[in-house]
């Protein structure tokens, strides 16, 4: 897919990119010409995905803090023009029974390591006078819910470092924003439903309509492939005075 387009010529670098929104984002930025470098735990996944969008896969696990030295981030960053920080886990639980280890591995993979991917591809952004930082966040960047202290921890650390970035990347062509959703049919927020159930004493069956879809006013869940659609657009020449903002596509939720 990787070519011609109003991609065409950048390289973009997508984390958590063999499922869900980052799948959807590594096709969508791919289709618009970008060479899309797919970088997931998952090595097989990345791999394929990599294959059907002609791009290039790295297989990585952001928690692996000797994986995450400059040498290696400087080298698998190199020429690239748009960053999207995806990767992400999720646990659920009331604080005084959540696990500190949980806690800590929630914050490095969703705050740190888009920290350190950030660190690494901004001299060369500065260099070459362009470049896109699109984090995905959430709803929960910006609001919160019960049982989700780290989550909303991290999405919340990662709206200010987001901020920060277009701050300080703004004189060099840099922008950085967030994408922020509600929540989103990927395998992420299929695996809550049991969690879920849980915490609040509910059957699965209910989950959706009693947790998850109650703040908002569109009763369903977003397609990734919307979400891959703003994280393109954000990639584009279009949006260089877009910087800085913080992007919701949560069905309404955040407008109450």
């Known amino acids: 897919m990787a070519g011609g387009g ?16 980052g799948a959807a984002a590594a096709r969508a930025l791919a289709t618009r010409g970008a060479h899309v470098v797919v970088a997931d735990i998952d090595a097989v ?35 690239v023009d748009i960053l ?5 886990i999720q ?15 929630i914050i490095s993979l969703m705050l740190e390591a888009p920290f350190l991917l950030i660190r690494a591809a901004l001299p060369g952004m500065y260099e070459r006078g362009f470049g896109r930082i699109i984090n995905v966040s959430s709803v929960h960047g910006i609001r919160a819910s019960p049982f989700k ?23 060099f062509g840099v922008t950085s924003n967030c994408v922020s959703p509600g929540y989103v049919r ?20 209910e989950v959706l309509e009693r947790v998850m879809l109650t703040e908002s006013a569109i009763k369903r869940l977003v397609e990734p492939e919307e979400v891959a659609s703003l994280v393109a657009w ?5 949006a260089a005075m877009v910087t800085g903002a913080s992007y919701t596509m949560d069905g309404g939720w955040s407008a109450r």
């Not at 999207?84 to 992400?88: C, F, L, S």
């Open 6 to 21: 109003p991609l065409g010529g950048s390289r973009a670098f997508v984390t958590g990119g063999a499922s869900g929104i």
């Open 45 to 79: 996944g990345a791999a394929e995905l990599a294959a059907e969008i002609g791009g290039s896969s790295w297989a990585i696990d952001l928690l692996d803090a000797d994986a995450l030295g400059d040498g290696a981030l400087a080298e698998a960053l190199d020429g």
């Open 84 to 88: 999207v920080n995806n990767a992400g």
């Open 91 to 105: 646990r659920i639980g009331p604080i005084q029974d959540f696990d500190p280890r949980d806690f800590r591995r």
């Open 149 to 171: 202290a780290a989550y909303v921890s991290a999405k919340h650390g990662l709206e200010g470092l987001s901020k920060v970035t277009a701050l300080e990347g703004g004189p």
């Open 186 to 205: 990927t395998p992420l927020v299929e695996k809550q439903l049991a969690e879920q159930a849980l915490a609040h004493g509910i059957p699965e069956s």
């Open 234 to 238: 954000l990639a584009s020449r279009e």
